[in-house]
């Protein structure tokens, strides 16, 4: 099983998470913030990425660092999971639907760090999450998992459709990137022999 886990101590943020990329879609995640609970969840769910996640952050203060901190963690823990990287699909890709909505995202386990971000929101909150670090979210997890990632809203009006969408539309690229390729026999997917740098 491929797995990954992490502890995160700050002055700002104590942080646990744990994946597995081959799990069946099971979470437990708890970061105080509803709505970032919630899209985590859905990532997990459709990704088929176990996910447990555990934050207490400094919300006090603002939700900056108990986002930022997650998404540092998590991508992370998906790197370590990851290893070498060797017989991975590598690129996912989907168009994710969500009535009125419709997301693209497409993303390669590339080892350089990138995140395109043609999306936004009509609204500054969501539940009680500033939806302007809902951008930031997938920068942190981008840079840290080492993905080149491109998130694009087609179209779309209702906030909350619009974030699941994009949440969705990662899952199921990354379902996609991190499977396994019985025809490539472990071997590493880059003609340079690796991937990064």
Request: hydrophobic share 35%; proline share 2%; aromatic share 8%.
């Amino acid at each position: 099983m491929r797995t990954g886990s992490i502890e995160r101590d700050t002055k700002e943020t104590r942080i646990r998470v744990a994946v597995n990329l081959d799990g069946t879609g099971s979470y437990d995640v708890h970061t105080g913030i509803g709505f970032l609970d919630h899209m985590v969840e859905q990532f997990s769910r459709h990704s088929l990425i176990d996910v447990e996640m555990r934050v207490e952050g400094d919300l006090h203060v603002d939700q900056h660092h108990t986002t930022e901190d997650s998404a540092i963690a998590l991508g992370k823990a998906l790197s370590q999971a990851l290893g070498d990287k060797g017989g991975i699909a590598r690129y996912g890709q989907a168009f994710s639907p969500m009535d009125e909505t419709l997301a693209r995202v497409a993303l390669d386990i590339s080892g350089r760090p990138w995140c395109v971000w043609r999306a936004g929101f009509s609204q500054t909150k969501l539940g009680e999450w500033d939806t302007e670090l809902i951008e930031h979210w997938f920068q942190s997890v981008a840079q840290t998992a080492g993905l080149t990632l491109h998130i694009e809203l087609l179209y779309g009006s209702n906030n909350h459709h619009i974030c699941e969408a994009i949440y969705k539309g990662f899952a199921r690229a990354m379902r996609q990137a991190v499977e396994i390729d019985p025809r490539k026999g472990g071997a590493i997917p880059s003609t340079k022999g690796i991937l990064g740098g």
